[in-house]
């Protein structure tokens, strides 16, 4: 009983809240005269400023999907700016794009912006004389009328669309909303902007390194756990990094590249002939648009720890831009120029070539790497030979003969070919 008793009061203390009064007639025109509290505003200006647009861009964007049409986020903001220069010579609160106001517009069948300047003449005329009458409206209609209309911009299939296909999206979604929902829609954006930065960052900064394989009766390579028939080559490792290289993903990447000689030593898919261990990096840039100065520098760490391992590291189909950055930081230099090519199955043969002529054999000695003045004589010799090297004697490592320049022009080093006028 006392419950119930409860219950009714506080309900009849929520009707009795009401509006109040509302003065009459419009604000009136005036120039800001004095500066004092400008810079206490500061932050609070670019906090508002933030949330403005993305509440704006954020109610614009749900209500374009939800009506299918195109939306210009340039022009929104842009309108928004003009509205809030003129809105400030008549002291109005800053203008954004309102969810309650736009979900309220939408639901009562607003198609245009027209239906924005019927509601201005609407709420002007209400203020020059109807305010009188919003005196004793209870503030709990106001609030069911609001809700109401929100309600039906919670799209319930597109977080379950966001499970199947991200779980850090369906994540993402469900913490703005209850943030939003609990603590109000500035601490809601603010916190899921938070954490879509750090998902970018984080994605940023470890970037999906894939191994790669040659597809079987192809010159085509391609990840090895998407393409499982993909095969690789004894003492070849085959990298292809799918991001840009810069300070923030640098030690990742040669962690991941110091981890894939071993993983690559467990395949079980290999051809060539056998070898004891990995002598030859192949690296495929074609993802990586981008390389800076931190990035051109962990790559050259990277090639004094493989020399001192005696690993060679090849350099594949570079985008312009990522090669001229590479050459005129030196890095192209000290891996030799004979290193880099056009794409990744010139850089395998070239480095089959090299693997097969240096098998451990009771007449054939071990050839060091680094030894470039013998590599470069007998590379160069056994380039210059007329005869063919087929597929199967190349991958199985049952002749020495190398694959000549006449059966493939297309295996030479990417900066030694002579440019046609």
Not at 185 to 190: D, F, Q, S, Y
Request: aromatic share 10%; hydrophobic share 40%.
């Amino acid at each position: 009983m006392y419950l119930k008793q409860e219950s009714l009061d506080n309900f009849f203390t929520l009707i009795d809240n009401l509006v109040g009064n509302i003065p009459q007639g419009l604000p009136s025109f005036s120039i800001p005269k004095e500066f004092g509290h400008v810079k206490s505003l500061i932050s609070t200006t670019f906090l508002i400023t933030g949330v403005a647009i993305l509440e704006s861009v954020g109610i614009a964007k749900a209500l374009a999907a939800k009506n299918g049409y195109e939306l210009d986020s340039n022009q929104e903001l842009f309108g928004l700016g003009v509205a809030n220069i003129f809105g400030s010579f008549f002291s109005a609160y800053p203008a954004t794009g309102s969810f309650s106001r736009s979900a309220v517009n939408h639901e009562s069948g607003a198609k245009t912006g027209l239906s924005g300047i019927i509601m201005g003449l609407i709420i002007c005329s209400a203020l020059l004389f109807m305010t009188p009458l919003f005196e004793f409206i209870p503030q709990c209609a106001l609030a069911a009328i609001v809700v109401s209309a929100v309600i039906g911009l919670v799209d319930y299939e597109e977080a379950m669309f966001l499970w199947r296909v991200d779980k850090k999206d369906f994540f993402l979604w469900t913490v703005t909303s209850a943030t939003t929902l609990f603590f109000g829609i500035e601490i809601g954006v603010l916190v899921g902007v938070g954490f879509s930065l750090a998902f970018v960052i984080h994605e940023s900064a470890n970037p999906h390194i894939a191994v790669l394989g040659r597809l079987p009766g192809t010159t085509v390579y391609r990840n090895t756990q998407q393409y499982p028939e993909a095969y690789t080559y004894n003492g070849i490792v085959i990298v292809r990094i799918d991001a840009p290289i810069y300070f923030a993903n640098t030690s990742f990447i040669k962690d991941r590249l110091r981890e894939y000689e071993i993983t690559v030593d467990q395949c079980t898919s290999k051809r060539g002939p056998e070898v004891e261990r990995i002598s030859f990096v192949v690296l495929e840039m074609a993802p990586i648009t981008y390389v800076d100065s931190s990035a051109v520098q962990a790559l050259k760490e990277l090639y004094q720890e493989y020399k001192s391992r005696n690993i060679q590291i090849a350099i594949a189909n570079p985008n312009r831009d990522v090669l001229l950055t590479l050459s005129n930081s030196g890095f192209i230099d000290l891996v030799g120029k004979e290193w880099c090519f056009v794409r990744v199955h010139d850089a395998v043969q070239v480095c089959l070539q090299y693997v097969q002529t240096s098998t451990p054999s009771p007449k054939t000695p071990q050839v060091s790497l680094h030894n470039s003045t013998s590599f470069s004589e007998r590379l160069n010799e056994r380039l210059n030979r007329k005869d063919d090297l087929t597929a199967s004697e190349m991958e199985s490592g049952e002749r020495e003969r190398l694959l000549s320049t006449d059966a493939d022009p297309m295996v030479q080093p990417l900066l030694s070919r002579k440019s046609h006028k």
